[in-house]
């Protein structure tokens, strides 16, 4: 597989200076928090606004917003689109990508390499036995991009419904309003606040 790869973001990282934070770094007292910059410094070589065939809701209890953190379903539906941003990175920033979603140190995201598409892996997630952690332990591998490989990370299980925080929402809400397509923003939010989901029925090569 390529070093090239499309991360696909549908939550917070939908706004683009959200994203980038989580390449770059941040400092104590930025507008989104402190944050270790990516190993590798590699641009980001392009970006692309598409919708996903995986349906987005909100579950558990994020510390960094307060409320509720956005997940996509591993179940393919096409009646339940996301609108996803995806930004052409390399594998070592996914893997960057993937210890600050789940606040370890590190993960090992090379099972990427042989991951068939519409296919997901359980990511190893040291939890230190804290729930707050390990929350985007699933890989999913979606449709390539430009002849690319294209993933994102969500959650393995499905879990408890929850509401998002009205900062979280106003963030997420910034980066929908920032690709310019034309839909109802606030409807959009309002079907996901309010989706329960409760099973998993993609396939995994590691669960």
Same mark, same amino acid.
Do not use: C
């Given at each position: ?6 991360y696909v973001a549908y939550g ?6 959200? +994203? +980038? ?10 507008? +989104? ?6 190993? @590798? ?16 809701? #909100? ?50 995201? @090379? ?39 294209? #993933? ?13 925080? @009205? ?41």
């Amino acid at each position: 597989m390529s070093d090239r790869l499309w991360y696909v973001a549908y939550g917070s990282n939908l706004l683009r200076e959200r +994203f +980038f934070v989580y390449l770059t770094g941040a400092e104590d007292g930025s507008e +989104f928090g402190p944050h270790p910059p990516a190993p @590798s410094s590699t641009a980001v070589d392009a970006e692309r606004w598409l919708w996903i065939d995986h349906a987005l809701y #909100f579950a558990g209890v994020s510390r960094r917003w307060t409320g509720a953190s956005a997940f996509v379903s591993l179940t393919i539906d096409p009646a339940e689109p996301s609108l996803a941003h995806a930004y052409l990175i390399d594998s070592v920033q996914l893997a960057h990508v993937a210890s600050v979603e789940n606040v370890v140190d590190s993960v090992d995201t @090379s099972a990427a390499e042989s991951l068939p598409i519409g296919e997901w892996t359980t990511l190893d997630i040291d939890r230190r036995g804290e729930a707050y952690r390990g929350k985007y332990d699933a890989l999913l591998r979606l449709q390539d991009i430009d002849g690319q490989p294209a #993933f994102t990370l969500t959650s393995s299980i499905a879990r408890e419904h929850g509401e998002p925080s @009205s900062k979280y929402l106003s963030t997420i809400r910034r980066g929908l309003l920032s690709a310019k397509i034309d839909m109802d923003v606030d409807a959009y939010l309002d079907a996901a606040t309010g989706r329960i989901t409760s099973t998993h029925r993609g396939s995994s090569s590691g669960a």
